[in-house]
């Protein structure tokens, strides 16, 4: 495959996984590789050419979803709370798409058992995301006299992030939260503010 047929078909991927997103978030739950090529304009084989099933392709989505956090890390990974801010905004601002992708992982992890190499490079990209932050966090607890580990502190940032995007994602919270930007910044400062407050559990 010559250059140009190589850079042809890697767009026609970058296309095929952008509409894939747009078509998800739009149903809110699940796709079919016909109403995916209708929406292209392609024929269906052309999409088997790229990934082996619809799985396979949603697990594409989850790993450059991960790529982009592990971008992140990479910029921010000299200070922790721009770094912070950074990750939580990146799922809060799109609280449907952070969900949905957990939501379809956690399924694949269950059912998927023909996917192994690419369950391998989404965790790979993983391990790579914590490594870049590693060291900031541990000086930013030490710095603070904490009592969390990095384990710890990385999990709880995970869970608030997670629990804020399930609110602001709900239809019958909507109603009650008032400000969405209110509730973001509360989640980001109280994220922040943790560690100072924690200590050992005997």
């Known amino acids: 495959m010559n250059i140009v047929r190589q850079q042809n078909f890697q767009l026609r991927k970058e296309k095929i996984l952008a509409m894939a ?18 929406e292209l304009d392609i024929a269906k084989g052309t999409i088997y050419k790229h990934f082996k099933s619809k799985n396979q392709l949603y697990l594409e989505l989850i790993i450059l979803n991960e790529k982009k956090l592990l971008e992140i890390s ?3 990974n000299h200070n922790i709370k721009t770094y912070l801010s950074q990750y939580m905004l990146f799922h809060m601002l799109n609280s449907n798409r952070t969900i949905l992708l957990h939501v379809i992982e956690e399924r694949l992890t269950n059912n998927e058992k023909n996917l192994k190499e690419s369950f391998d490079e989404l965790y790979q ?8 932050i590693k060291d900031m966090t541990s000086d930013y607890l030490k710095s603070l006299d904490s009592a969390m580990s990095i384990r710890d502190y990385l999990s709880y940032i995970w869970m608030v992030t ?3 995007c399930l609110l602001l994602n709900s239809t019958h919270y909507q109603k009650s939260i ?3 930007e209110r509730l973001i910044t509360l989640c980001i400062n109280q994220a922040l503010l943790t560690p100072d407050k924690s200590s050992s559990i005997e």
Do not use: F, M, P, V
């Open 162 to 164: 997670h629990g804020a």
């Open 21 to 38: 997103e747009t078509l998800l978030l739009d149903n809110n739950q699940d796709i079919t590789l016909s109403e995916l090529a209708s």
């Open 178 to 180: 008032g400000s969405r």
């Open 125 to 132: 990209i993983r391990e790579a995301r914590i490594l870049e």
């Open 74 to 76: 990479k910029k921010y």
